[in-house]
C-alpha cells in the first residue's frame, strides 16, 4: 500500500524546514528540522542544503512536496522576490529531485500553507472566498474559493500607498523600520482592509512566524474582518507541500 507519510520542504528566505507528515492525521511524524537558507540562494547552493536536510531526517521515501517562495507554475518557478534571481525560470522540481534522487512536486509556499489549513485546521470546511497570508520576510498569499485553490494569487505584491505590499508591512518591513507592535498592527490593517476591499473574503488566516505574535498587533486589526491564526502556525507550509505533492501523484487522501 502507498504510504500517506510524506517528507514535506518549506524552503524560506532565512531558513529550509523540513519534516515527514502523516497524511492521515495532517501531523508531524519527525520534529521539523531546520537548516540556513544558503547565501546566496542558488538553485545549486539551496539544492544542497535540501539533500542535506533530507539525509538529517532519514527520510526513505520515494516522494517529496516542496513549498518554494515564489510563483511556482508546472515546477518551474517564475518570480524571484526573497530568493537568488537565477531561480527565475529554473525548474524547482529538476533541481532538487537531481539533489535528493526523489520525486519532486513543487508549489508556492503560502498556498501550500493554505491547503493544509483548509484540510486541517481553520480553513477546514468553508465555503465561500478564504485567504491565507503568511507574515515572513516576505508576504505571501492563497487564495481558496469553495475550497479549491486558486494558485499564484500573490497578493504580498499589490501596491499599498505607492509601495509593493511586502516592503510596506512584511517582517523583514517590520525590523527595517522598527516598527512597534501597534505600528505594525495598524499598517497590517491598512493591508488587510485593502485586500478586503478587492476581494470580500468570508475567512483570513493569518500564518508565518510572526502569527505567533498576534496577541500583540491583533487589537489593530478592525473588528469587522473576519481574521483569525493558522492552526498549524508556520508548520503549515510543510504539512501542506506533503499533501499537495501526495494528492497531485496519488490522488485524493
Ligand atoms: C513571494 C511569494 C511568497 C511570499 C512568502 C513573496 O515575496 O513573492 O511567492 O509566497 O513571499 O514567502
Redesign the pocket.
Known amino acids: 500500500m502507498q504510504t500517506k507519510n510524506i517528507l514535506g520542504i518549506d524552503v ?2 532565512s531558513g529550509i524546514k523540513g519534516a515527514i507528515i502523516d497524511l492521515e492525521k495532517g501531523e508531524l511524524i519527525t520534529e521539523r528540522m531546520k537548516l540556513a537558507t544558503p547565501k546566496p540562494a542558488t538553485p545549486a547552493a539551496v539544492g544542497e542544503v535540501i539533500k542535506e536536510l533530507v539525509a538529517k531526517i532519514g527520510y526513505e521515501g520515494n516522494l517529496i512536496g516542496c513549498g ?5 507554475k508546472h515546477g518551474v518557478a517564475y ?4 530568493i537568488d534571481e537565477a531561480w527565475i525560470g529554473t525548474n524547482i522540481e529538476t533541481v532538487v529531485s537531481e539533489a535528493t534522487g526523489k520525486e519532486v512536486i513543487a508549489m ?4 501550500a500553507a493554505g491547503l493544509s489549513e483548509m484540510r486541517y485546521g481553520k480553513g477546514k470546511g468553508q465555503k465561500g472566498t478564504v485567504m491565507l497570508i ?1 507574515i ?6 492563497a487564495l481558496f474559493i469553495n475550497g479549491h485553490l486558486v494558485p ?1 494569487s ?1 497578493f ?2 499589490l501596491y499599498l500607498h505607492g509601495w509593493v505590499a ?1 516592503h510596506y508591512v ?1 517582517n523583514t518591513a517590520r525590523k527595517k523600520y522598527d516598527m512597534t507592535w501597534e505600528g505594525f498592527g495598524k499598517r497590517f490593517n491598512e493591508y488587510l482592509l485593502h485586500v478586503d476591499r478587492l476581494m470580500s473574503p468570508d475567512l483570513v488566516i493569518l500564518g ?1 512566524g510572526i502569527s505567533n505574535e498576534y496577541k500583540e498587533f491583533g487589537k489593530y486589526i478592525d473588528k469587522k474582518l473576519n481574521v483569525t491564526t493558522a492552526a498549524m502556525f508556520n508548520h503549515s507550509g510543510i504539512i501542506g507541500a506533503a499533501l499537495y505533492a501526495y494528492e497531485a501523484k496519488f490522488g485524493e487522501i
Open positions: 524560506g528566505a518554494f517562495p515564489s510563483i511556482v518570480s524571484a522576490a526573497n508556492n509556499d503560502a498556498d503568511t515572513g520576510s516576505g508576504l505571501g498569499s499564484n500573490e504580498g505584491h511586502e512584511s508565518g
